[in-house]
Structure formats: C-alpha cells, structure tokens
Nanobody, 125 residues
C-alpha cells in the first residue's frame, strides 16, 4: 500500500509564500507522475502543477510564474513552492501520484493513482 502525506499548509497573508511537501511511502517500482491539485468550496478539483518521470512540468495558467513544483527522488518527496499568494489560491491542496508497482498479493506490476488526504491553504488579510 502506498501512502501520500502532505504538509506545509496554513494561513498566510496575500503576497506571502508557502511550501507544501508530499512524501510517498510504501513499496513501488517507480513514480511516474507527481502533482498537486486543489479544490475550493463549491468548485471542482483542478490541477495546479505536475511533474513527469522525465521532469517535464505542467502548470495551471492561474499559477504560472508564481508556483514551482520540484522533487527529491532520494526522499520520494514532491514540493510545491507558492509565492505571491492571492486570496483566490485558498483551497484544500491534494498531492497526487501515478505509480508503477505491485499491490498486495499482486505479482504483475501496474499503474495506479494515489491521493493524499489534503492540506488547507488559506490566503487572507
């Protein structure tokens, strides 16, 4: 079983910065994609940023130039550096991973999606 645990959320004033972390634990062969999604009240969950095994990155238009996704392969951890935060960034942020590996008694590896429990980010004065 693979688990994703986020940390780093909190309350920050507009223009401030936060760094989110997500650590993957368990048994797996390779993390194919790491990313961050967010969901604000009354809105659908949306992609914020993602990074593939080949280190290509994708950002939502609303965060380009302000957010940066990165990872530490040795720690199986992905980060989201958030600068120039705006009230519109307020949401629950979820870590996402697509992982190639086995599960339980499974002997043949496969691709599976995993989600963290979410961490609250509130931007307010």
């Amino acid at each position: 079983q693979v688990q994703l645990v986020e940390s780093g959320g909190g309350l920050v004033q507009p223009g401030g910065s936060l760094r989110l972390s997500c650590a993957a634990s368990g048994s797996f062969f390779r993390i194919m994609v790491l990313g961050w999604y967010r969901q604000a009240p009354g809105k659908q969950r949306e992609l914020v940023a993602s990074m593939t095994i080949g280190d290509s990155t994708t950002y939502a238009d609303s965060v380009k130039g302000r957010f940066t996704i990165s990872r530490d392969n040795a720690k199986n951890t992905v980060y989201l550096q958030m600068n120039s935060l705006e009230p519109e960034d307020t949401a629950v942020y979820y870590c996402y991973a697509n992982i190639y590996g086995t599960s339980g008694s499974q002997k043949i590896p496969s691709f599976k999606n995993y989600w963290g429990q979410g961490t609250q980010v509130t931007v307010s004065s």
